[in-house]
């Protein structure tokens, strides 16, 4: 099992900067961060796989970029421009191999999400 530890969040003031980092404990492949606000539903925020391609969601292109450094199993979501509407908990996702019933398979990690708060 890999973990995954999220750190950087914290208040900022709308039109402010925060930059989230995720660290794996092992190799991980496509990565995630997620974020899920009170009362709704977890959504994909940004996704970038091994090879650097990524994808975003409509309300934060433009705004975040999501960037890894795979030497050190770490991702990151540099988030610009915040809005009180990208208030939420954002927690890091990640796929990694293993060896399971005899053969290697990819599995999914959480972190234990981390709290970002956008607010004057």
């Known amino acids: 099992q890999v973990q995954l530890v999220e750190s950087g969040g914290g208040l900022v003031q709308p039109g402010g900067s925060l930059r989230l980092s995720c660290v794996a404990s092992?190799?991980?492949?496509?990565m995630g961060w997620y974020r899920q606000a009170p009362g709704k539903e977890r959504e994909l925020v940004a996704r970038?796989?091994?090879?650097?391609?990524?994808n975003y969601a409509d309300s934060v292109k433009d705004r975040f970029t999501v960037s890894r450094d795979n030497a050190k199993n770490t991702m990151y979501l540099r988030m610009d421009s915040l809005k009180p509407e990208d208030t939420a908990v954002y927690y890091c996702?990640?796929?990694?191999?293993?060896?399971?019933?005899?053969?290697?398979?990819?599995?999914?990690?959480w972190g234990q999400g981390i709290q970002v708060t956008v607010s004057s």
């Open positions: 970038i796989m091994s090879s650097g391609t990524t």
């Open positions: 092992g190799s991980i492949g496509a």
């Open positions: 996702n990640a796929d990694f191999r293993a060896y399971s019933g005899g053969r290697f398979q990819t599995f999914n990690s």
